[in-house]
């Protein structure tokens, strides 16, 4: 609920200062005849119209799970991030072809010391109301806030290139409106398609985040049962909701009652500490009293290893009463893992014939 109030407010105060800018810059672009300048004020209109919509999706965000959506609503922030995104491009586009227009149709502007002035202001407020923005994003992970926060900041910068243009034509008589409009729309949609890719990225799924996701495996691994956590895989169901799978090597002496015993422990760990919802934890076997076991796995750890997409090893089993081994292999996304399948499974069946193996490829899904 912190989060939410936090995100709707900045917006709120992101939207009366983008719409008092824009009105002041509408006129200022009006009254001077200023195609910069009225772009610039349209720009200022995109990005409360950006701060509405990053309202709405936070509000929207924030319900509570229900039967229909049993992990939550947080997903809708990011399709609220993606039309943020689609108004910034269609404003940059638009302001594109009137730039054009104008560098083929040119109208001088005629600029007063009280626009110049309205416009450093706009400059100020725009590098403040930007850091702000920014500040309160990284706060509470909101990428739309960031998103906000980083445009508020370069939009600054190209309201102080109007201001030069401005400065130029009354001290030269060159005009520069134009252009400068063709630069502000070209970094307009730049920054729009930026921030399509991001949010689709999010929308399609990342890969699992390295910070997070070693954070886990140093919680799993301070439990001294634990000989290895592997497979981790963390699910983002919107910003700061995760839910995750992991594999825990253990070994092959702990009963089932100690093993419940400890996954329930982790999950409450791991969710205290991180904010992750572990919703599956799979158990691999550790041989633990079978020399022969253990020179088996020598070999063929040194075997995968040689290869250059064989990333790890883990999961090692052994029965060599029932002569039956077990092992995963994380490969790289540099071959096909059928491929990566058929060599080990015929390499190691080789060096073990009268043995049944079970080899699984594992995605290299996180770091």
Do not use: C
Not at 154 to 183: C, H, K, M, N, R
Not at 252 to 259: P, R
């Amino acid at each position: 609920m912190d989060r939410e109030k936090t995100i709707v407010r900045t917006s709120i105060i992101g939207i009366i200062m983008n719409v008092l800018l824009a009105a002041f810059k509408a006129a200022v672009g009006l009254i001077s005849n200023s195609i910069a300048v009225t772009l610039d004020a349209v720009n200022n209109l995109s990005d409360a119209l950006s701060s509405v919509i990053t309202i709405i999706g936070a509000k929207l965000g924030a319900k509570k799970p229900d039967k229909k959506h049993p992990h939550g609503y947080g997903r809708i922030e990011y399709l609220s991030s993606m039309i943020v995104a689609a108004i910034v491009l269609y404003a940059g586009i638009t302001a594109l072809v009137e730039s054009v227009k104008k560098i083929i149709h040119p109208e001088a502007a005629d600029y007063g010391m009280v626009s110049l002035i309205i416009i450093a202001v706009a400059i100020i407020v725009k590098l403040i109301l930007g850091r702000y923005v920014k500040k309160q994003g990284e706060k509470v992970n909101s990428g739309a806030l960031i998103a906000s926060g980083k445009d508020a900041s370069f939009d600054a910068i190209l309201s102080a290139s109007v201001l030069a243009s401005a400065i130029v034509y009354l001290i030269w008589g060159i005009s520069l409106e134009a252009y400068v409009g063709v630069v502000i729309s070209i970094v307009i949609i730049k920054a729009g398609i930026e921030m399509m890719i991001e949010t689709l990225n999010d929308i399609i799924g990342q890969r699992g985040d390295a910070e997070i996701g070693s954070q886990i495996r140093k919680l799993l691994n301070e439990e001294p049962e634990i000989r290895g956590a592997y497979d981790l895989n963390l699910f983002n169901y919107g910003p700061d909701k995760f839910y995750g799978t992991v594999h825990m090597e253990l070994p092959d002496t702990m009963t089932v009652d100690q093993v419940d015993v400890l996954t329930r422990k982790l999950q409450l760990k791991v969710y205290q500490e991180t904010g992750v919802i572990l919703t599956g934890i799979s158990v691999y076997s550790f041989n633990t009293k079978n020399d022969e076991a253990a020179a088996i796995r020598s070999t063929i750890q040194k075997t995968v290893m040689e290869h250059d997409w064989a990333m790890q090893l883990h999961g090692f089993y052994a029965d060599t009463v029932k002569k039956t081994i077990r092992f995963d292999v994380v490969v790289s996304f540099e071959i096909d893992h059928e491929e990566a399948l058929g060599i080990l499974q015929k390499e190691v069946q080789a060096l073990y014939p009268d043995y049944e193996l079970q080899i699984v490829i594992d995605v290299d899904a996180a770091d």
